[in-house]
């Protein structure tokens, strides 16, 4: 490890820290319905969407009636995406020519990007055409990004209201969002993209003559706006299969920190934004400090590992961090950062291979996925993923005090607590369960590259980020097959909305309750006991959940290295 590679990491969390208030702010006026500089320009296009769509922004909904119209919006979205795919070969925006993708494989990417997980079973500029991945996968990064954040934004105002029915109207939330969020970021960040020589064109491919007299087609497309929202939106799937690790989505050092700052920026920016809307800015702070930790302790970690690099390679001479997979653009301390980045939150983009990472530098990523996509996460799942640990933890608390348990002016009871650990089992209940299923069926056995325990993890790896909603690979494990994007499709789909329903139902009952004042005996929610005990729940549940199945991976393959056997 280097002194260079240290001020790297505290450089981007402190850059992160900077933002959070002023991206807060943002966010609340969106969460209020309040007006924005922005609205003088959008404010007509907003009402003018309203008008066509006949939606009554100021309609209020119950939980029920967010939960309906959330799910139908994203079936229809599902069933664009799909329609897209299957008759590729038929529309326009096609230079490359490339035919229609599989029943298969399009019912796995159009859930992949409904879901935001951006999981990609195929190459991307071998197989989508320039239509599919603006009309088809585009689109869905920027409205399933939105549809994470006006969720948060309703689990928001459940634990905000006193005595409510309705905890907003998900039409409104969805069109400020991407209207007033989303789309003014992306086009500044297409812009800066642009200019450090990401490609945005409709052009398919260029030939040149190389240096050594040769013809090489070189592959094109509108990559800077989609890899805009891929970031912001933490989702994740690359135009090209090489991801971030490719030139023409991540050519610089710069772009590859603005890259990782746009990935955590929305998910810091909830947490003070959910602080403010409970009248107490502290309990955000405290929530992104137990974030923090859980983060920084993953990368030390993961640096630490891969700085080492493989004792294997020192017992011939070769000294050295592990250089394998990564890019030598960036090197082993902004690889390591990136994987642990973009698997804290819920992103699948990567700038190396972790494939070729040390068992545990690849640990920590598919560990962070484990835990629930909390450590930051997705953008509005991270915070209201988190929030149902918080409920788990001040249900802990209250055992320990002798009290109702209670968190930010609110009662929590068997109901809320029975419904958190619905929606936190449902990750280790799939991923476990289809994990086991393809270490043994013939079909899921066909599919790792490597034997052993690393062939266990590129399985496990495979269905903890299909589950979790992350989106990046281990590599190694040929996924485009009937059988694993049949399963993986499922996963994803189990994973989104398995969690969010739950969810909305404890939004619901908290918005209806009274407030409740803190008292002596109430366990206090901001300090740093609280912080402590809510990395401490996340840990053990994850821990004792997961342990097992690590130690036949990545652990047993860590002590395989380190007697001079690998896989």
Request: proline content about 5%.
């Amino acid at each position: 490890m280097t002194l260079q590679g240290w001020f790297l990491i505290l450089l981007f969390v402190g850059i992160l820290l900077a933002l959070t208030k002023p991206m807060g702010l943002w966010l609340y006026a969106l969460y209020e319905g309040r007006r924005t500089p922005l609205h003088a320009v959008l404010g007509p296009v907003e009402r003018g969407f309203y008008r066509l769509s006949g939606i009554d922004p100021t309609a209020e909904q119950g939980w029920r009636r967010y939960a309906v119209h959330m799910l139908l919006f994203n079936v229809a979205l599902l069933a664009l995406a799909y329609a897209v795919l299957r008759l590729q070969g038929v529309l326009p925006g096609n230079p490359q020519h490339l035919g229609n993708l599989s029943p298969d494989l399009a019912f796995n990417t159009a859930i992949s990007f409904t879901t935001n997980t951006n999981w990609q079973s195929y190459g991307g500029e071998a197989t989508m055409s320039n239509l599919s991945q603006m009309l088809g996968l585009t689109i869905h990064n920027f409205l399933s990004a939105a549809t994470g954040i006006a969720l948060a934004f309703a689990l928001f105002r459940g634990f905000a209201r006193r005595e409510a029915k309705a905890i907003g109207n998900f039409w409104a939330d969805m069109t400020r969002v991407t209207l007033y969020l989303l789309l003014p970021i992306c086009v500044v960040y297409t812009v800066f993209l642009i200019a450090s020589g990401v490609p945005q064109t409709l052009a398919g491919v260029v030939d040149v003559q190389t240096l050594e007299g040769a013809r090489q087609s070189i592959l094109l497309g509108p990559v800077a706006s989609q890899e805009a929202i891929k970031m912001l939106g933490t989702n994740g799937g690359g135009f090209f299969n090489a991801n971030s690790a490719h030139p023409f989505e991540n050519p610089t050092a710069l772009t590859n920190l603005v890259q990782m700052l746009s990935i955590f920026l929305i998910g810091f920016g909830l947490t003070w934004t959910f602080g403010k809307a409970v009248g107490n800015t502290r309990q955000g702070w405290a929530i992104l400090s137990a974030m923090v930790i859980l983060f920084l302790a993953g990368v030390t970690v993961t640096y630490w590992q891969e700085a080492a690099g493989n004792p294997v390679l020192h017992q011939l001479g070769v000294a050295g961090g592990n250089m394998e997979g990564k890019e030598v653009r960036f090197g082993v301390p902004a690889s390591a950062l990136f994987a642990v980045v973009t698997t804290a939150a819920s992103c699948g983009a990567v700038n190396g291979m972790l494939d070729s990472f040390t068992p545990l530098g690849g640990m920590i990523p598919l560990f962070n996925i484990q835990l629930g996509e909390v450590v930051i996460g997705g953008v509005g799942a991270g915070i209201y993923g988190f929030l149902l640990f918080a409920i788990l933890a001040v249900f802990v608390a209250g055992l320990m005090v002798g009290r109702t348990p209670e968190y930010v002016g609110k009662k929590i009871e068997a109901r809320e607590v029975k419904l958190a650990v619905l929606a936190i089992a449902v990750l280790p209940l799939v991923i476990l369960g289809f994990t086991a299923l393809s270490s043994v069926v013939q079909a899921g056995l066909a599919g790792p590259l490597n034997k052993g325990p690393h062939g266990f993890s590129e399985i496990l790896y495979a269905f903890t980020s299909a589950v979790g909603n992350n989106g990046s690979a281990f590599g190694g494990l040929t996924a485009n097959t009937p059988y694993y994007n049949a399963l993986l499709g499922l996963a994803m789909w189990f994973g989104r909305f398995f969690v969010i329903v739950p969810m909305l139902a404890i939004a619901g009952s908290l918005a209806a309750k009274k407030h409740t004042p803190a008292g002596a005996g109430s366990f206090p929610t901001t300090g740093g006991l609280w912080v402590g005990l809510l990395v401490g729940i996340i840990l053990i549940l994850g821990g004792l959940t997961f342990l097992p199945s690590l130690a036949l991976g990545p652990i047993a393959d860590h002590l395989a290295m380190i007697r001079g056997q690998l896989f």
